[in-house]
C-alpha cells in the first residue's frame, strides 16, 4: 500500500480580502485624482449638438478627453488645464473682431486675458460652437484646427 502526503497550508482568508480591499481603495484614490470633472459653462445637450459632441475626437492636442459637470452640459473637455468645447452658445458680433477661416468655418478669436489663452466661436453656424483654448496650448489655433477638421468631415456649418 502506497502512502501519500498532503500538506496544506492554511492562510486566513480575511488577509487575502484585506489585501484586495486596500488595493481596490489605493486604485480608486489615485484614479479619482487624475480625473477631476471639468466644471463647464455651456447650455444643456440639444439634439443638434448630440452629434457634433458625439464626433469630437478622444485626443486632442495629445490630451484626452475628461468628465464634464454639470452632466448634461452640451460641452467636451481635453486636457489640464482643459481646453473646452461648447455647443449651443450665444453667437458673437463684433465689427473689430479677428476672424479665422479654418475648413471653411470661420471663428471669431477673442483674447481670455493677457496670456491667458485665447476663446474661438464660430461665425454663421447653427449650432453656435466656443472653444475655450487655454495659452499653454500655443499656438492655439492647433486646437481649433483639429476640431474643425473633424466637424468638416460631418456636414457642420
Known amino acids: 500500500m502506497l502512502a501519500s502526503a498532503y500538506v496544506f497550508r492554511r492562510t486566513p482568508r480575511h488577509s487575502a480580502t484585506r489585501r484586495t480591499i486596500v488595493f481596490a481603495f489605493a486604485a ?6 487624475c480625473s477631476t470633472a471639468v466644471v463647464v459653462d455651456a447650455p444643456p445637450t440639444n439634439s443638434a449638438c448630440e452629434q457634433i459632441l458625439a464626433n469630437t475626437p478622444i485626443k486632442l492636442l495629445g490630451q484626452l478627453q475628461r468628465e464634464t459637470q454639470p452632466s448634461d452640459a452640451a460641452a467636451v473637455a481635453w486636457g ?10 450665444e453667437p458673437i458680433t463684433s465689427p473689430t473682431a479677428q476672424v479665422v477661416a479654418v475648413d471653411s468655418i470661420e471663428w471669431i478669436a477673442s483674447p481670455i486675458g493677457e496670456n491667458d489663452g ?3 466661436t464660430t461665425v454663421d453656424t447653427s449650432p453656435v460652437l466656443q472653444v475655450r483654448v487655454p495659452a499653454a496650448y500655443r499656438p492655439e489655433i492647433d486646437a481649433v484646427v483639429d476640431i474643425t477638421a473633424t466637424l468638416s468631415l460631418d456636414g457642420f456649418s
Open 28 to 33: 480608486c484614490v489615485v484614479l479619482s485624482g
Open 80 to 89: 489640464d488645464p482643459p481646453i473646452v468645447l461648447a455647443c449651443g452658445v
Open 118 to 120: 485665447t476663446v474661438f
